[in-house]
């Protein structure tokens, strides 16, 4: 029995279910033996405490494991974007150190493909989970993951070790960097994971206790820290699992009332997505089962959130924060109604301050950069970074997400701004550093610049101003060739989805792109800046 789950199980018993996904239904009991019997297997292929483990893994019960696994056996999950392409998972490879790959069959050819450019001369483990090829065929040099786990025993395991999540988030410099909180570090004993998930239960609004069972929906995918969260800390307070790899607003009210779903997290272009259903199909949802909503990694437009607390209730919760600092501040939608674009207040045990140029704490009402400290003490790193990481901090032991707001008289948070370029397109955060490096190597682009403008469904969408070479003359096929040229350097969501042509991009006398330039017409009529 596994020290996480094991208080789960006195809870709920063997044979409850645990995690629901697309495949079918894993019991606590079957989950627990299975994690066993994974963390042995990955011990047997070479893995010590502190190595890492790269998993391209959908919302299915194999990445639950993978991650419980960890936990316990000492190892940094590194969590993987299922839409990247083989040059971006070889970079996570060689910068992580990866000891262990996991990949679903789906994402083979990617993978495979990865580690013919990757370096990782300490990787010693590759596991398939396979859906449709037989256990005997294909594979290209990876070994069947349910029979590494079969292979080995389920008795308890000896001197388990905690590990904990390490998510890429990506960066100004062109490349993800790997987020390390001190909360989830390697080495210890692994129920300081308990801990922590019960300690956020009541944020997550699952009590750990009989009387209150929950059944938490993920429609988000899991290699996203928000929706790794709201899947793994439910799980280990006691709460069922429903995976949903991909979402579909009618999907998601279906799973809803076939599952009596208590909790989910929901980003705003879901919420979106779910407003745009037929008003017939939306009236015969029942979603009463519902407990608590919470919504966030991206700004939401007050007539979208309005229109949710009025066909759920007051469930809706909003939370600001980021894979860096986890959550920051808490706002329910009763305050919100009150103070309309407000994140909410901090969080008991964090200290947020606002930061004016001059070094400064600004009073109420006065914006400036939004830094923030834990009162318990942990702290963030970015992996093989150290001058990322030393920008992010300041005296006093606070780091910052690089987000501009102010605080009320009464406390409340508000965004106003992005100190950095970051779009956030349907809660994904993507840097335009990481696309103007790919475009900068197109033989037609003499100079780039790429932003986020306003888009109604995803809150912001990819665009690219570009400058072209002498002698290049902007057509249809030269966007085509443009956009081809993104889909094998970049993964789908960061390509550009509009495009502007100018002779020269606006440009500082120290030769700094001024971006804000190109940007702001863009956003000169809209009642938002993020």
């Known amino acids: 029995m596994t020290a996480v789950l094991a208080p789960v199980l006195a809870l709920r018993g063997e044979t409850a279910p645990a995690v629901i996904d697309e495949r079918g239904v894993t019991s606590w009991g079957a989950l627990d033996e299975r994690v066993t019997r994974l963390v042995r297997a990955l011990r047997a292929r070479g893995l010590e405490v502190g190595d890492t483990v790269v998993a391209m893994l959908g919302n299915q019960v194999e990445l639950v494991e993978v991650s419980l696994a960890c936990a316990h056996g000492g190892w940094a999950l590194v969590p993987v974007n299922w839409h990247w392409v083989a040059r971006e998972l070889a970079y996570v490879l060689d910068d992580a150190g990866a000891a262990a790959l996991i990949v679903d069959e789906r994402w083979l050819p990617v993978a495979v493909d990865a580690l013919a450019q990757a370096e990782v001369p300490g990787l010693r483990a590759r596991l398939l989970v396979r859906r449709e090829l037989a256990r005997d065929e294909g594979g290209e040099g990876f070994e069947d993951l349910d029979g590494a786990i079969a292979e080995e025993r389920s008795a308890e395991l000896e001197d388990p070790q905690r590990g904990g999540p390490m998510f890429y988030t990506s960066g100004t410099t062109g490349w993800p960097k790997g987020v390390r909180s001190t909360l989830t570090a390697t080495g210890g004993p692994p129920e300081v994971l308990t801990l922590i998930a019960h300690s956020m239960a009541p944020t997550l609004g699952v009590p750990v206790d009989e009387a209150h069972e929950r059944v938490q929906l993920v429609c988000g995918p899991m290699y996203h820290s928000a929706q790794w969260v709201f899947a793994i800390a439910p799980l280990v307070c006691g709460a069922t699992l429903v995976l949903q790899q991909r979402f579909d607003a009618a999907a998601v009210l279906d799973a809803i009332e076939r599952h009596g779903v208590t909790n989910t997290h929901l980003v705003p272009t879901q919420f979106v997505r779910l407003l745009d259903l037929p008003e017939e199909v939306r009236a015969a949802a029942d979603t009463s089962s519902l407990v608590q909503v919470m919504h966030g990694a991206a700004p939401c437009a007050p007539a979208v959130k309005r229109a949710m607390v009025e066909w759920w209730g007051p469930k809706i919760t909003e939370y600001y924060g980021g894979t860096e600092g986890g959550f920051l501040s808490l706002i329910t939608a ?20 606002i930061i004016g140029p001059d070094g400064e704490r600004q009073p109420p009402g006065e914006p400036g950069e939004i830094w923030f400290r834990s009162l318990l003490g942990s702290d963030f790193e970015y992996h093989n970074a150290p001058d990322k990481t030393a920008s992010a901090h300041r005296e006093g032991g606070f780091g910052t997400l690089g987000d501009v707001g102010y605080l009320d008289v009464d406390g409340y948070l508000f965004l106003s701004d992005r100190k950095i370029d970051m779009v956030v397109s349907g809660g994904v955060n993507i840097y335009p550093a990481e696309v103007e490096h790919a475009l900068a190597e197109h033989a037609a682009i003499a100079d780039v610049a790429v932003f986020g403008v ?5 809150g912001e969408s990819v665009h690219a101003a570009v400058a072209l070479r002498s002698g290049v003359a902007w ?5 085509a060739e443009l956009d081809a040229f993104c889909r094998d350097r970049l993964a789908g969501y960061k390509r550009p989805r509009s495009w502007e042509v100018h002779d020269e991009l606006p440009r500082s006398e120290a030769g700094k792109l001024t971006k804000r330039v190109l940007r702001d017409p863009w956003w000169a009529d809209v009642d938002r800046t993020i």
């Not at 057509?475 to 966007?479: E, I, K, T």
């Open 454 to 458: 306003p888009n109604d469904e995803m």
């Open 334 to 353: 009763s305050e919100w109604l009150e103070r309309p674009g407000s994140v909410g207040k901090p969080l008991e045990v964090v200290e947020v301050a």
């Open 475 to 479: 057509s249809d096929d030269l966007q």
